[in-house]
């Protein structure tokens, strides 16, 4: 056993990095980029996605990591053994270990069971709807490995389908092609349980990963402010806070969103649930929409704003700050006296201190007066990585406006 880990070890590719560039890593940072590392001719021909040992010029050894000589972030950390074999029983053991978690964190299958770096898998992220899996792999060494990942969780929880939802905007910049197919099983469809709701889950069809399961707990608690109000959920995709509300006792629920598609599936949610005859659909483009609302005078009881991210790369960063603002200016001036204003954001490139700037700016410039009831991210099934600020995308703002 020593000697076929020392053989491993000895025959995977070692990258070094740059003398002086060793800081971050040392302090227990799971990336290193391209400029901290010695791009070597021998560096360079590595295919994307290998896995190499790193090491400092110093020979500290830092792990297994996987590699692409071709992405900015270059090396991302797997194991701190460099001899780890990151084979299909290491998978089976990463994927068994954020499975036993959400277990204790859930009592139903319902749920993120990979959350990238957090959870070991970086660049990996996994959906599960019960006996169905939705998997995204945004990285060279992922998407390598997804014939490994698809086994071990056939022999984990032995899905009816794994659907890869590989479409995300980011695998380009590690030179990969966007795909969405049935990896394995025959079922592409799904229905997720949340909050004792229930709604239909098109993973071949529907966005990203098919659920947005990090608002969980922020639409639970907007719920429990809907009974007897009027409620408008903007950007509402398939419905999840409003048809929650609707259920909870909202006295009128309007859905916005520009997507045919995800109006669609919000109607069959809102039958499923029992609510269809309070919930009404509107397509349009949301902003524009909710500017229109402003000026005829409609005004409710609660307004949820859940857009899609605003700052794609950091250079957005400033165009989004003030978007956010405008936004939280309009829906603010939605709000009838009283009521309440939920809006979010998951821009990773947005701080949360500087999202919440920007919203009071947003509802200072609408005249209103508010209180913060609570400010959160996402539920524990997307755990943050304690050195990767990054993986803290999620930013949700409650507000009372009286």
Not at 215 to 234: F, M, W, Y
Not at 280 to 302: D, I, P, S, Y
Request: include cysteine.
């Amino acid at each position: 056993m020593v000697r076929h880990a020392m053989t491993a070890t000895q025959d995977r590719p070692l990258i070094r990095l740059l003398p002086g560039r060793d800081r971050r890593v040392k302090g227990g940072h799971p990336w290193a980029f391209s400029n901290e590392i010695a791009m070597t001719p021998a560096a360079k021909a590595l295919p994307p996605g290998s896995v190499v040992r790193l090491e400092g010029d110093d020979g500290v050894k830092h792990g297994a990591w996987h590699f692409n000589p071709h992405s900015l972030i270059a090396a991302r950390r797997l194991d701190p053994d460099p001899a780890a074999p990151c084979d299909g029983a290491w998978f089976r053991a990463r994927l068994a270990e954020a499975l036993a978690l959400r277990d204790r964190l859930f009592d139903r299958p319902q749920y993120r069971l990979i959350h990238a770096e957090a959870d070991g898998l970086p660049g990996l992220v996994v959906d599960r709807y019960g006996d169905v899996v939705a998997l995204q792999a945004n990285t060279a060494g992922m998407d390598a490995a997804t014939p490994m990942i698809v086994e071990a969780l056939t022999a984990l929880i032995a899905p009816r389908g794994i659907v890869a939802r590989n479409d995300a905007g980011v695998r380009a910049l590690e030179g990969l092609q966007e795909e969405v197919r049935l990896l394995a099983g025959d079922a592409a469809g799904a229905t997720v349980e949340e909050n004792g709701l229930r709604f239909p889950v098109d993973l071949l069809g529907g966005q990203k990963t098919g659920w947005f399961f990090d608002q969980r707990e922020h639409r639970a608690r907007v719920a429990g402010l809907a009974k007897g109000a009027t409620v408008l959920d903007a950007f509402c995709h398939t419905g999840g806070f409003g048809i929650g509300c609707a259920v909870a006792g909202a006295t009128r629920v309007t859905l916005l969103d520009r997507s045919e598609h995800a109006l669609a599936t919000a109607k069959e949610a809102a039958a499923m649930n029992g609510v269809a005859d309070r919930v009404t659909t509107q397509r349009g483009e949301a902003m524009e929409t909710l500017e229109r609302m402003l000026g005829a005078g409609q005004r409710f009881g609660v307004v949820i704003t859940d857009p899609p991210a605003f700052a794609k790369t950091r250079k957005d960063q400033p165009a989004a700050l003030r978007a956010y603002g405008k936004l939280a200016r309009i829906a603010a001036g939605l709000v009838e006296r009283g009521g309440f204003l939920f809006i979010a954001s998951c821009s990773h490139h947005v701080a949360p201190g500087e999202f919440a700037d920007a919203v009071a700016w947003g509802v200072h410039r609408a005249r209103r007066e508010a209180r913060i009831l609570h400010m959160g991210g996402a539920g524990p099934d997307h755990p943050l990585h304690p050195m990767l600020p990054e993986s803290q995308y999620l930013k949700g703002m409650l507000l009372h406006l009286p």
